[in-house]
T-cell receptor, first 114, second 114 residues
Framework: NSKVIQTPRYLVKGQGQKAKMRCIPE?????VFWYQQNKNNEFKFLIN????????QIDMTEKRFSAECPSNSPCSLEIQSSEAGDSALYLC????????????FGPGTRLLVL | GDSVTQTEGPVTVSESESLIINCTYS????????LFWYVRYPGEGLQLLLK?????QKGSSRGFEATYNKETTSFHLQKASVQESDSAVYYC???????????FGTGTRLQVLP
């Protein structure tokens, strides 16, 4: 079973508020991914890191999200100004290698933007 | 682009019946993607069920099987005799493409009746 830890499990914010969630990857996993799963169960890749460095991110993430994976601290994903459409399950995954390997998922943070 | 299409749920079967959940994929970024089945049990996080990285090979776990068929670009999940504890949402996915993120299907909810 995965040992990826995500907090909080649930997050409720008003529109325009910041929403921040955290992820502790499995020990020894240098690669971290964030996904958004919407109410239609569609997954959207948001951003990934190798150690502290951003590898790829989509436009939405670059413009509206702030994400980091500092050394010796949890990774975080923060929406700067929440919108109703941001309501979703945010999944963090980690992997021991970047290329073609299994990802281990946390339980997710369910965000509701009122 | 890369995509995964799977059986729309919910799928309802009785205990000890056989099961097949269809999955087909399109991978334009890489000729031989890795193929996965992930499962989310009620109240739990997404976890890997099985993974196959070589075309023609079969993966198996917990009584489930899936064969990587490159000719039909399929990776159907099968089980000869389901149990009530198999009730969950099953996600077909492909990995190792483009940015090495995982591309998921939208999931198939399975309900096994006692």
């Amino acid at each position: 079973n995965s040992k990826v830890i995500q907090t909080p499990r649930y997050l409720v914010k008003g529109q325009g508020q910041k929403a921040k969630m955290r992820c502790i990857p499995e020990k020894g996993h240098p690669v971290v991914f964030w996904y958004q799963q919407n109410k239609n169960n569609e997954f959207k890749f948001l951003i990934n890191f190798q150690n502290q460095e951003v590898l790829q991110q989509i436009d939405m993430t670059e413009k509206r999200f702030s994400a980091e994976c500092p050394s010796n601290s949890p990774c975080s994903l923060e929406i700067q100004s929440s919108e109703a459409g941001d309501s979703a399950l945010y999944l963090c995954a980690s992997s021991p290698h970047f290329n073609q390997d299994t990802q281990y998922f946390g339980p997710g943070t369910r965000l509701l933007v009122l | 682009g890369d995509s995964v299409t799977q059986t729309e749920g919910p799928v309802t079967v009785s205990e000890s019946e056989s099961l097949i959940i269809n999955c087909t994929y399109s991978a334009t970024s890489i000729a031989y993607p890795n193929l996965f089945w992930y499962v989310r049990y009620p109240g739990e996080g997404l976890q890997l069920l099985l993974k196959v990285i070589t075309a023609g090979q079969k993966g198996s776990s917990r009584g489930f099987e899936a064969t990587y068929n490159k000719e039909t670009t399929s990776f159907h999940l099968q089980k000869a005799s389901v149990q009530e504890s198999d009730s969950a949402v099953y996600y077909c996915a492909l990995g190792g493409v483009d940015t090495n993120k995982v591309v998921f299907g939208t999931g198939t909810r399975l309900q096994v009746l006692p």
